[in-house]
């Protein structure tokens, strides 16, 4: 079965404080791995694409890294503006449709 | 570029009564569209996918005639809630593939509350 995990659920960090979210998943024939950005009362907001272990992307102060079994997406010297909930999903050879891990709160205090 | 507009923001209706929201991409062509919904502190549910010109695909537990899916062009996909009950409440929110690269990109989302 298709699975992805996104650890940790919740994270807080001081501002200027470097951390990492992962991903994992086990799939059947990965296209690509997604990254995006929620607001609360938001709809999602892409922010990553990666289709191939090995592969980085930056934007700002995030960048997006993949594995075989997994992403991190590495925020370096987060702003209280960063705080959002971030999903991580992925999309199958086999078909379309995305799917999504749980998620991660990430609350950034001044 | 990569925007999609999704209308209305916020509906309130009573039950028994039904909801059409509609979801666009405005600067983009899109074959294919999907419908998910949201819980509180819930990572997103798929319910459907639409493919221009096609019958939507379901997924398991999702009663297509309680949730209409049209998508009669590339650009325009509408999801009808017939004879809404209070358990239809949610958040409900749109994406559009751009066609080659599999990226979605998703609307602001609906939030509909049934009274």
């Known amino acids: 079965e298709d699975q992805v995990t996104q650890s940790p659920e919740a994270l807080r960090l001081q501002e200027g404080e470097s951390s990492s979210l992962n991903c994992s998943y086990t799939?059947?024939?990965?296209?690509?791995l997604f990254w995006y950005r929620q607001d609360p009362g938001k709809g999602p907001e892409f922010l990553f694409t990666?289709?191939?272990a090995g592969e980085e992307k930056e934007k700002e102060r995030l960048k997006a890294t993949l594995t075989k079994k997994e992403s991190f997406l590495h925020i370096t010297a987060p702003k209280p503006e960063d705080s959002a909930t971030y999903l991580c999903a992925v999309s199958l050879t086999s078909g379309s449709r995305l799917t999504f891990g749980e998620g991660t709160q990430l609350t950034v205090n001044p | 570029g990569a925007v999609v507009s999704q209308h209305p923001s916020r509906v309130i209706c009573k039950s028994g009564t039904s909801v059409k929201i509609e979801c666009r991409s405005l600067d983009f062509q899109a074959t294919t569209m999907f419908w998910y919904r949201q819980f509180p502190k819930q990572s997103l549910m798929l319910m459907a996918t639409s493919n221009e010109g096609s019958k939507a695909t379901y997924e398991q537990g999702v009663e297509k005639d309680k949730f209409l899916i049209n998508h009669a062009s590339l650009t325009l996909s509408t999801l009808t809630v017939t004879s809404a009950h209070p358990e239809d409440s949610s958040f409900y929110i749109c994406?559009?593939?751009?066609?080659?690269?599999?990226?979605?990109?998703f609307g602001p989302g609906t939030r509909l509350t049934v009274t």
């Open positions: 994406s559009a593939a751009r066609q080659g690269s599999g990226e979605q990109y």
């Open positions: 990666l289709y191939s």
């Open positions: 799939v059947s024939g990965l296209r690509g």
